[in-house]
């Protein structure tokens, strides 16, 4: 139904621009990259972890109100061969008019005011195929959606309609060191994605106010887990543990505030999930319950080219039981520390994710030099520390790794 979609919108799109332009003033923008990534465990066995390179490709081709934007990502992994191939990433309509902008097909959206935290940010899921070891941007699973928004002065709001909902992308192939293993001997069982119903559709809004000193929204989002939750049971037979994926409808309600104060950023994000499938113990049913979501976080430009980030985010589960694998009360912090050297040439920046609740900890920390204005080499070292929670399951896949990119 998604290809059918986008196979329309194309069709629809040839059509805009086969127009007669009395103007003749077409527009056409190509721009992308080349780039090359490779990396390998720090730890024994100092095996590969990844080694992949990619073209992305974008065009913008306009005239008058109306803007076709397609963009398409061509990979070669030379460790997991089922990842290689040619992927359409965005492609959408986009007609202005007046106060308003419509845009139809498929595009990323991104909602809040978190910095790589998902609270009210959970329409377009992720690619976890090398969970984050990825650049956050990189790993947004564009939505097929259709989006009308309106805006006047200091003020906007945003609805849109999903009706093919995409969900997370997980590794379940064995040979992927960063694949998601129950046990040395277990089974997923991968669930269907939600059919392409009315009742189905994802449907949500967006109010934003863009005030003197501060920047306000308010939004809410009928939708699905798009991570799914596994009901986990063990088959004394077979010896056996087998996990089932499931997604759930649920429903979001949120807001989000940012506020400059002289050198200081202070940003803060609300969103509450109504019937949020819950992760169940061993041989339990999943069980859906409420959970408020808050963030607090503050940016910092100190001048001389640095940059300091600080995020605390709180989850709390509403009615929870002992059959449910989860903290009724948990917390996640980030810290970015960022600076530019050599007339900006030299980017060093780290950036960390901990888990508060158990005590784990994921760094990625990398230095980026821009040859030129095109060419930009990248050394980093992502590295995992952990005794529970889910860092867990990647306590051994510390790695460094080199990217090479080319901008066109």
Known sequence: MKNLFLLILMIISVNVFSQEDKDGNFKLKVKGFADTYHAFRYEKPNDWMSSRSRLRTEFSLSHSNTEVFFSSNA???SLI????????RELYICQSFSNFEL????????????DALRLADIISPMDYSEFLAQDYDDIRIPETAIRLKFSKNAFSFDILAIPVIETFELPFQKDNPWAISLT???????AKKPDF???NSEFGG???WFLSGMDFSVCALRTFNKMPVFALNFDPIKQQLIGKEHFSRMTMIGSDISIPVSKF???????????EAQQPNLNAEIYNKNSINTLLGVDIYPGGDWNLSFQYSHKRINGINNMINAYRNSGT????????LFRNTLNINTFAYIDVTSGGIYDRTSFDYALNDIVHISLGFDYFKADQGIFKLYDKNSEIWIKIKASF
């Open 81 to 88: 061969s089922s990842y290689s191939g040619f992927k359409i």
């Open 184 to 190: 040395a001997n277990d089974s997923i069982i991968k």
């Open 197 to 199: 119903k009315i009742e």
């Open 265 to 275: 950023v202070i940003r803060g994000e609300l969103a509450i999930y109504f019937n």
């Open 103 to 114: 845009r139809v097909g498929r595009q990323i959206i991104t909602w809040g005011v978190a």
């Open 206 to 208: 967006r109010f934003s």
């Open 75 to 77: 990979v070669y992994n």
């Open 333 to 340: 912090a980030t810290v970015r520390v960022s600076k530019e």
